[in-house]
């Protein structure tokens, strides 16, 4: 009976061996694929403006430098940043870099609860809860134009 159990405890550790050398030198594993698994950050920028082409090309140059990869999405209308948002989390997103609106905040605290960070640029909005902005002062840079067209104007304007 020893022999018998013996022999079978053998067998099964010959085959387990035998499975491990198989996957080892015959099978490749593949990675997992998930929607946008590639890309590392999502630029999201309205419509198809030279502008927006402008900073975008600015992004891809980073990348280039960085190492990482960003995929640029265009949207036409405000409405739908929300949806882009919490495209770009379940896509597995490491970042967001959008303009700042009030538009798609909730996603946009959606993505905060899931670690995802929101970078703003052009345009501010506290109440988001954006990680950060990266731009003017809109308030302060009125002021800034406004004192140098009082200055360039001097005496001679009413």
């Known amino acids: ?12 550790c ?5 499975a491990d050398v198989i996957r080892l030198f015959f099978m490749k594993e593949k990675e997992p694929e998930t929607a946008h ?3 590392q950050y999502v630029f999201l920028a309205h419509k198809k ?3 927006w082409l402008d900073v975008a090309s600015g ?18 209308d405000f409405a739908s940043v929300g949806s882009y948002v919490r495209d770009a989390v379940l896509s597995g997103a490491k970042g967001i870099i959008m303009q700042g ?22 345009g501010d909005y ?19 134009a406004a004192r140098a067209l009082i200055d360039a104007m001097g005496e001679a304007g009413e």
């Not at 506290?126 to 800034?144: F, Q």
């Open 1 to 12: 009976m020893k022999r018998k159990i013996f022999m079978i405890l053998f067998m099964v």
């Open 49 to 51: 403006e030279k502008f």
């Open 59 to 76: 992004v891809k140059e980073a990348d280039r430098e960085m190492g990482s990869d960003t995929l640029l999405v265009q949207y036409k």
């Open 126 to 144: 506290l109440e988001s809860g954006r990680t950060a902005y990266i731009g003017n002062d809109n308030v302060e840079l009125g002021r800034m």
């Open 101 to 122: 609106n009030e538009w798609g905040n909730e996603a946009i605290k959606e993505a905060k609860l899931a670690g995802v960070p929101i970078l703003f640029y052009d």
């Open 14 to 18: 010959i085959l387990l061996v035998a």
């Open 37 to 39: 698994s590639q890309y």
